[in-house]
């Protein structure tokens, strides 16, 4: 097998998760050992991670701005839209302007998808009501209930697609968060910070910070 074809593999295996190619690698290199072998497609799929990385400004602005990035609107949709594995979401407001994207999100976790979403205050919230309707096995709600203090509240706004593409942003979403206010985000390419954002938010639900309903 030519060094080519060989990194070829090893790549593949680095987005699939896979480890066929230490077979191939023992093979290239017949003096490695299985750990060796191992050690070599850690680095390789480490590498060809860090190089995927990327982000990009995303911007809720006034119409007449002729602004050179994509509007928050349209990053949300394509997102949701596009989700093949997994949607992590937070709601600190959610209004009846989100109503096709509820649907999205319905049908998603409907196909397979799996749905976490985390909200602030759902009592609060009557736009949740049509998706706790739908809650079961792929689309888990999680409440963050009014505390003693009242001003704490979940305000981070996220969603994190396939555990590796990520927005946060400011924007809520309703109207005003995706078309009327001036909002600023990025989107984030990377498997790694969309681990960290999973993470955090699986640690919360297990310190009970999250009420899963």
Known sequence: MSLDILLNKILTDAISGGNESIRAIQKRYPSLSEKEAYEILAMVSATAQ????????????????????????????EMLMGARKSILITGYSLSNYFAELVDC????????????FFVNDIESQKAFDRLCCYKGNFLRI????????????????????????????????????????????ARIHSKELAKQVEDIFTLLVFKGMFIEL
């Open 142 to 185: 999680y409440n963050y209930p009014k505390q003693e203090d009242k001003m704490s509240a979940l305000h981070a706004k996220v969603i994190s697609v396939d555990q590796a593409d990520t927005l946060i942003t400011s924007a809520n979403l309703s109207y005003h968060g995706q078309e009327g206010n001036i909002e600023l985000g």
């Open 50 to 77: 860090s190089n995927d990385d990327s982000a990009e400004l995303v911007v809720t602005a006034p119409p007449s701005f002729a602004l050179k990035t994509k509007p928050t609107k349209v990053t949300v949709r």
């Open 105 to 116: 999100v319905i049908q998603k976790s409907q196909e397979g998808v799996l749905v976490k």
